[in-house]
C-alpha cells in the first residue's frame, strides 16, 4: 500500500528533501511513502490564476489517476486529529487502497479539483509555506503509522 504525496512545485530546499526521504526511509514493511512532485507553471504579472491552476490540476490528476483515494489539501478543508488520520491509514491499509495526498501550488487547487477529489483535509487554519506543508505532511504520515505500528514515536513526540 502507497501514501502518494503529490505536490505542486519541483527544486525543494535542501532541508525539504532530507526531511521527505527521512520520513520515507522510516517507513518500512506494507505501508510505503512516496512523493510526486508537479512542476509549477510560470505565473507573470497578468498571469490567468485560475487557469493556472486549473492547468496544475490536470497535471496533477494525471500523475494520480491510477490511485483510488485523493485528499485534496486545502485551507478550507476539513481538520482531523492525528489519531483519526491513524484509523484512516489502518483502514487503506487494511484494503490495500493506494492514497494520494495532494499539495497544490500557490493559488492552491482548483474547485473542479475540489469537487472531484474523496475528501478536502485542512492541514492547519495558519497559513503556511509549501516547503513547510510538504514535511509537516510527511510527518503526520509517519506519525499516524508509527501509532498504527506501535511505535513509541508518537508518544515521545506529542507536542
Known sequence: MNVTIAAVGTKMPGWVEQACKEYKKRMVGICRLEFVEIPAMRRTKNADLARIAEKEARAIEQKTSQIPVVIALDRRGKTISTEVFA??????????????????????????????????WSLSAMTMAHPVARVMLAEQVYRAWSINTGLPYHRANAC
Open 87 to 120: 484509523t484512516r491509514l489502518q483502514r487503506w491499509v487494511d484494503e490495500a487502497q493506494n492514497v494520494a495526498l495532494v499539495i497544490g501550488g500557490p493559488e492552491g487547487l482548483s474547485a473542479e479539483f475540489l469537487e472531484n477529489s474523496t475528501e478536502c
